[in-house]
């Protein structure tokens, strides 16, 4: 499977922003798919799955409330919809995929990964 990300940019605090990560080569019934975000010096963070058995969603806590993973079967895409974001937002965001049902929050669980989409929120 081949991810590609987009749809980063720059944005002002208490924006919003919406990612996408079209997945070629495969689809939503064999690959769960996930988002990552990576910011300097930090470990890569795991944001949310979409779990290839009946599109189970998790969203990790860190970002509950405020991030949701809608997704459009019909052309193989996982959004990742920002809402109130904030300067500690700012990341290098990934999408990744894995043939397993429920891949770990873990980076080393995911086999596939897209290019990184850079997300600037300003203060």
């Known amino acids: 499977v081949q991810l590609q990300a987009s749809g980063g940019g720059l944005v002002q605090a208490g924006g919003s922003l919406r990612l996408s990560c079209a997945a070629s080569g495969g689809h939503f019934s064999t690959y769960s798919l996930g988002w990552f975000r990576q910011s300097p010096g930090k470990e890569r963070e795991f944001i949310g799955r979409?779990?290839?058995?009946?599109?189970?969603?998790y969203v990790a806590e860190s970002v509950q409330g405020r991030f949701t993973m809608p997704r459009d079967i019909s052309t193989n895409t996982l959004y990742l919809q920002m809402n109130n974001l904030m300067p500690e937002d700012t990341a290098v965001y990934y999408c990744?995929?894995?043939?397993?049902?429920?891949?770990?929050?873990?980076?080393?669980?995911?086999?596939?990964w897209g290019q990184g989409t850079q997300v600037t929120v300003s203060s």
């Open positions: 979409l779990s290839k058995v009946q599109g189970r969603t």
């Open positions: 990744a995929a894995d043939r397993a049902a429920f891949p770990t929050t873990s980076p080393t669980a995911w086999g596939y």
